[in-house]
């Protein structure tokens, strides 16, 4: 099974550039955007938690925040993904910006033995993410958004509809937060 995430996290390590190409196995990313592997895609989803517990233990109401006129944006993102932290900057600045308007929620999608939380942590503490970050360890989240790489971001509205949906941070945060 190590063997298994230790090529799964060979193959997704070319977030760097557009397209990049993994010098070890020759995939490629398109666009920034690193594809998840065929395992994760095909995991069978659970039904879809609207209240998450995030790294911490604190209890994050997405329902309560909805209800409450709040969007909420996730923002799928993976410890080696390169185009991930080039966008931490601008999503910390924009939750700053639109705190009480939009609840920001890091995602980080994978089983236990494809994600080390002690590498989770480092990367918070590092780019000082200002935002609540779950494990989405059983795929709920992933697939309900159909989320096929990172980074993605997602924004959901009052009715939990998506209202947005991408690769790189929307152009215009604040058309998001009314």
């Known amino acids: 099974m190590r063997s298994l995430a230790l090529l799964l996290v060979v193959m997704l390590c070319g977030c760097v ?27 069978q989803a659970l039904e879809s ?26 923002v799928f993102w993976q410890t080696w993904c390169a185009s991930c932290r080039a966008e931490f900057p601008a999503l ?4 700053e910006n639109y705190q009480g308007k939009i609840d920001y929620v890091g995602v980080i999608s994978g ?21 609540s970050q779950v494990r989405d360890r059983d ?11 990172t980074p993605t971001i997602v924004i959901v509205g009052r009715d939990r509809e998506t209202l947005y949906l991408g690769h ?11």
């Open 111 to 131: 089983p236990d033995d494809m994600v080390d939380d002690a590498e989770v942590d480092a990367i918070v503490k590092q780019f000082k993410l200002t935002y």
């Open 168 to 178: 790189h941070a929307p152009d215009d945060w604040g058309e998001y937060s009314q």
């Open 49 to 74: 938690r609207w209240i998450l517990k995030d790294i911490e233990g604190t209890e994050l109401d997405i329902d309560g925040a909805l209800a409450s006129g709040r969007r909420v944006a996730f």
């Open 17 to 43: 550039a557009t397209p990049a190409l993994d010098s070890a196995n020759g995939d490629t990313c398109e666009d920034g955007v690193c594809p998840l592997p065929p395992e994760l895609m095909n995991a």
């Open 139 to 149: 795929l709920a989240l992933t697939r309900r958004y159909e989320v096929t790489g």
């Open 92 to 95: 910390n600045a924009a939750a």
